[in-house]
T-cell receptor, first 114, second 116 residues
């Protein structure tokens, strides 16, 4: 499986600021996804990061709040904008590719908003 | 829409006990089914998967069988260890629900604590 890294691994941010999270894969992948895991909760898909076009957002998530970039087949960023304490979560990227529909996850970014 | 239901935790067991974590699903198509594990402070790791009915996924002593007739994918292990303490997530991927791409839908997660 692909090796996936995320930066930063954790951060503490102030209300009203923005944070950009990076996801890097060691091989080209077809699909990249961003998930949110709120404290003690399961994972919820935020959006699918599409290479060369706008991301596809799930219900309840909007581009203004969670802008996503995917400039190539190995890299994506998720920005959490105008943060509030409710944005405190673990943010995970995942990848899949080829004929397999299996998703592999990065280590996550633990975000705390004060 | 598609959904996954897991048994509520926490599940507390003694070392070498038998483990079952129940998972049932609803899906519009023919989903693939997964178990992921999240160890404390870490991301998700794929534990096992099954892509069609009657398939059995297995890894590290864990097993789960894709039962279409009961729409279930229960996770089992014959003898748990302290190192198995983690949160276990059942998930499905159904290309028929969500525009054709392999969106993952997760259950709520079940926390397992194994004591010596």
């Amino acid at each position: 499986s692909a090796v996936i890294s995320q930066k930063p691994s954790r951060d503490i941010c102030q209300r009203g600021t923005s944070l950009t999270i990076q996801c890097q894969v060691d091989s080209q992948v077809t699909m990249m996804f961003w998930y949110r895991q709120q404290p003690g909760q399961s994972l919820t898909l935020i959006a699918t990061a599409n290479q060369g076009s706008e991301a596809t957002y799930e219900s309840g998530f909007v581009i203004d709040k969670f802008p996503i970039s995917r400039p190539n087949l190995t890299f994506s960023t998720l920005t959490v904008s105008n943060m509030s304490p409710e944005d405190s979560s673990i943010y995970l990227c995942s990848v899949s590719g080829g004929a397999s529909n299996t998703q592999y996850f990065g280590p996550g970014t633990r975000l705390t908003v004060l | 829409g598609d959904s996954v239901t897991q048994m509520e935790g926490p599940v507390t067991l003694s070392e070498e006990a038998f483990l079952t974590i129940n998972c049932t699903y609803t899906a519009t198509g023919y989903p693939s089914l997964f178990w992921y594990v999240q160890y404390p402070g870490e991301g998700l790791q794929l534990l096992l998967k099954a892509t069609k009915a009657d398939d059995k996924g297995s890894n590290k002593g864990f097993e789960a069988t894709y039962r279409k007739e009961t729409t279930s994918f229960h996770l089992e292990k014959g003898s748990v260890q302290v190192s198995d303490s983690a949160v276990y997530f059942c998930a499905l991927s159904d290309a028929a629900d969500g525009g054709g791409y392999n969106k993952l839908i997760f259950g709520a997660g079940t926390r397992l604590a194994v004591h010596p």
